[in-house]
């Protein structure tokens, strides 16, 4: 392990890239300088997570100029969760920064991260301070969704903890070994553990282009989230199992007495139909449940890469054996 506090830290920067080429010109360049201000040895890992633009020419181009530049070009849109592992995989340095690629991460905060970093913090992530740029529907399901995945968890998922973040070596090792298909990010880091450190930002609006999580990519990775990373809706599915063969229960010994202590005949028609027609939608609506469950293994069982890589250029940190 290195000195944090005297060596010059080798530094890696990963942006995972999906139809940024209006953005790239800007944003490399301005991350590079960031990065030489902290360190003479830096990366930065430019993934394109199978953009549709001209995302790699203009990379290629950059990659011409900035020797630092290390390009992998996935074989198609595996979405950004991949094309992070992809990343993750290909970083070299002692101090792994994670960024995204339109310019909504500023630049200023890496000098903060690392001086945390230098003081022994081996994750510091970043939280962003409000959410005005999104409806009150979204910031209402976000704090559900947190709500749900923390729910009786052990691992906490911190809430609002963004991409944005510094990862140390040991933990972008810790990571790797993480064998999941279906990955939510957020989940990962938070299981891991390690000393972490939450700083605060507000994101910049994005340079150009749209985002590629409105609601429904939103809704997407919540469902992963949730799914991936809580047994909660299972044990929801017990409690309200629960809960009704409670009400039943009442209901039927309240029936017998009327029928032997009041002397009402239960005309029982009415009652059944809805009972059954509510039943069964209840138990469908487990087995849909339980079979998101099931799909999701059977995904994990296949044992499918997790991304492909097309192909790749540039060079980046060399190999330092453990010794140095
Ligand atoms: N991204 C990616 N693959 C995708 C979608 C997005 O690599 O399938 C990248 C995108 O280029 C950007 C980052 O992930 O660098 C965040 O995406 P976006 O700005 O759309 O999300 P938001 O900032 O709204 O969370
Ligand atoms: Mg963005």
Redesign the pocket.
Known sequence: MIDRATAAPRLSCI??????ATNLPRVVPEVLAALARLSPHVELIL?N???RDDTWAVAAQLCLQHPQLVLIDLSR????EA??SAGLDHARGDAVFI????G?HPTALLADMLAAWTRGFDVVYTVRRTRTDQSVLQRRLTRLFYGLVNWQARVKVPPNA??FRLLDARVVQALRLMPERHRFMKGLYAWVGFRSLALDYE?LP?LA?????GLR?AFGLGATGLLAFSATPLRLMGVGGILLSLAALFYGSWVVFEYHFLGIDVPGYATIVAGMMFLAGVQLMSIGLLSEYVARIYDEVKRRPLYLVARQTGHGLPDVPDAA
């Open positions: 942006l995972p890239a999906y139809n940024e993934v997570d199978g953009s849109n595996f979405g950004k094309a992070l960024m995204d690629a339109d909504q963004g991409d994101p994005r282009g749209e985002t590629r999580f990519g």
